[in-house]
């Protein structure tokens, strides 16, 4: 009889057992709230500066321009060139009295001028004398701005000056990159407002020959887009909390059978418990 209730009690006791593993194992231990954002509960936030005013600027009067210095530049239309007119020439002097005409794609040897030109344009020589070196220098002009864009020489002093109509060299010039550097904005309509300056020195009458025309048609040049490298999401691992055991799989099943498991070896130990009081 005491050998039977012993049994018994050792049933229930493992029946006891096993459900608490099994509670504790299906509800692992979870971090007391608050723990982790305890640290940032106490910290008070930091007061933003309070900008000072700003001080009103000071105006300051523009000077008018004194006696003898330079004057602005004039105002000009953007409805057309504005060009002296050309000196009268004659083969007979022996120097020659240049000139000068732009010249626009297709390219000839026609002394007639262009003034609206593409970024890629040709500066042609007509009737200078022997021995003559031209220089020239173009330059960003009102009302598009005004800097210096290029600059640069050519010979045009190969042979005696015969006329108007004499072609003595030219110079082919891009205008195109130096313009796009400005960072001039162009005339909706024109383009940019260029003037070009030439000296001749040894040429016959002025040795200076300026001009003002309209650049257009220029474009950024195109480079290819370049494709960027995938991106890499790093991958991140969770640890596993202490006091808990991980499982792998499916986890209902195990606990399961464990539960079933100890409800048989429960009913087993009850029935030989009375199998062993019924015998005695």
């Not at 007509?126 to 701005?145: H, K, Q, R």
Request: charge should be negative; charged fraction near 15%; include cysteine.
């Amino acid at each position: 009889m005491r050998s039977s209730r012993v049994l018994a009690v050792v049933a229930v006791l493992a029946m006891v057992f096993g459900l608490s593993a099994v509670g504790a194992l299906a509800d692992p231990p979870s971090e007391p709230p608050g723990h982790a954002y305890g640290h940032h509960h106490g910290a008070s936030p930091t007061p933003s500066p309070t900008a000072a005013p700003a001080p009103s600027p000071t105006v300051t009067a523009t000077p008018l321009p004194a006696p003898g210095a330079e004057a602005p530049a004039p105002t000009v239309s953007p409805e057309g060139p504005s060009d002296s007119p050309e000196p009268s020439t004659t083969p007979d002097d022996p120097r020659g009295s240049g000139i000068v005409k732009l010249d626009r794609e297709p390219w000839d040897n026609l002394p007639n001028n262009e003034p609206h030109v593409g970024c890629t344009f040709e500066l042609d020589f007509y009737n200078y004398g022997e021995g003559i070196t031209a220089t020239y220098v173009f330059e960003l002009w009102p009302p598009t701005g005004r800097q210096e864009l290029e600059s640069g020489s050519v010979d045009v002093g190969e042979d005696p000056s015969g006329g108007g109509t004499d072609f003595d060299g030219s110079a082919r010039v891009d205008l195109g990159p130096a313009l796009l550097a400005s960072g001039a904005e162009p005339h909706q309509h024109n383009g940019w407002h260029v003037k070009v300056t030439v000296n001749a020195p040894g040429s016959s009458g002025s040795e200076q020959k300026q001009k003002v025309f309209w650049v257009r048609e220029c474009a950024a040049p195109t480079t290819s887009p370049t494709t960027p490298p995938p991106t890499v999401h790093p991958t991140t691992v969770r640890p596993t909390p202490p006091g808990s055991i991980a499982f792998t799989g499916s986890e209902p099943m195990p606990l399961a059978v464990l539960m079933l498991v100890l409800l048989v070896l429960g009913t087993v130990a009850l029935r030989l418990s009375a199998r062993v009081d019924a015998s005695r």
